[in-house]
């Protein structure tokens, strides 16, 4: 098993939630590229190779790893 890092799970929240990578990195006051890297590492983490962030938030909720009421609708 693996474990996401509190910034990566806090990232993985607010993609979830549909929030930009802009304004998350806005949000962190970190670079969009740092952002970047953590969705990259999240991906990698969750087994996917490609960033597909509706399949990220997918796995993410099946494993149990984000609550329904933490994916955005639509």
Request: hydrophobic share 40%; net charge positive; with cysteine.
């Amino acid at each position: 098993p693996f474990k996401l890092t509190n910034r990566e799970l806090e990232v993985l929240r607010c993609i979830a939630k549909g929030i930009s990578e802009k304004d998350i990195s806005g949000t962190l006051s970190v670079k969009k590229g740092t952002v970047k890297k953590w969705v990259e590492s999240i991906l990698d983490k969750l087994g996917l190779k490609h960033e597909d962030k509706h399949k990220m938030v997918a796995e993410a909720a099946r494993q149990g790893i984000l609550l329904p009421s933490e994916v955005a609708n639509g």
